[in-house]
């Protein structure tokens, strides 16, 4: 059987002196769509960043396909096939929609990733703008480009942050799309998302963190039966 596409044991980590991530375990098959929930401040921004090495200082166990990479640099772990698409999305203003989806460089060992065509397939929004200034285009047109730009890297384990936060319900919908597209061309993705009705008919399990722990942790399957345990611990 093929190592996890990623598997986190007793991860701590800290900006600066204050301490965030207390331990978290949890494992994710090659594959998985996963949901981390949690209210704002448990915890699942940093787990993101931690396990791209992007916080203070980290302990514990990151094991990427197989390759342990607590001890790596940020740069390193990319190229074991990650791509990070962060809350605040990182669009270059300069330069054009398609000049923002050429910039990265390939990752990991599956070679280049998504052309241009099927990228622009996938969303014909970007299409019509590949000519238009990065930050003239609306959130929801951003929130593609900053998706679509870490797939034609040719990373095959997705952390999005937040992707449908603040955006029209069209835009959400197209994005629910897009991840199930993903998801049955084998790609795993973990998502951090605070709008559980969009992550719900998405991920194949949930994860729910407080205070920087891993608090429950359950499948799809078993969504109805959690439900009052979650408005307990989400307060929705």
């Known amino acids: 059987m093929s190592a996890p596409a990623l598997e986190i044991s007793d991860l701590n980590a800290w900006y600066g002196e204050s301490h965030i991530l207390h331990g978290v375990n949890f494992t994710v098959q090659k594959g998985e769509v996963i949901t981390l929930l949690g209210r704002n401040g448990a915890g699942r921004t940093t787990t993101l960043r931690a396990i ?4 203070g200082s980290r302990t514990g166990s990151v094991r990427i396909h ?3 990479a607590i001890a790596m640099p940020t740069f390193k772990i990319a190229h074991l ?4 698409c962060p809350e605040e999305r990182g669009i270059f203003a300069s330069l054009s929609c398609e000049e923002n989806l050429l910039l990265p460089p390939p990752v990991g060992a599956l070679g280049g990733g998504m052309s241009l065509s099927e990228i622009y397939e996938m969303f014909p929004n970007l299409l019509e703008r590949r000519h238009s200034p990065g930050t003239r285009l609306s ?3 951003q929130q593609m480009l900053a998706v679509a730009r870490i797939l034609r890297t040719g990373a095959n384990l997705l952390l999005l942050d937040e992707i449908s936060e603040g955006l029209a319900p069209v835009i959400v919908q197209a994005l629910g799309r ?3 597209t993903l998801k049955s061309k084998g790609y795993t993705i ?3 998302e605070q709008n559980f009705r969009f992550a719900a008919p ?3 399990r949930f994860y729910v963190m407080e205070h920087g722990q891993i608090v429950e942790h359950f499948a799809a399957t078993e969504l109805k039966e959690k439900q009052s345990v979650l408005n307990e611990l989400l307060g929705v």
């Open 52 to 55: 791209l090495g992007l916080t």
């Open 66 to 68: 197989g390759t342990e």
């Open 178 to 180: 897009m991840i199930k």
């Open 202 to 204: 998405l991920a194949d």
């Open 190 to 192: 973990i998502m951090v």
């Open 81 to 84: 096939g990650i791509g990070y």
């Open 139 to 141: 959130g929801g047109e």
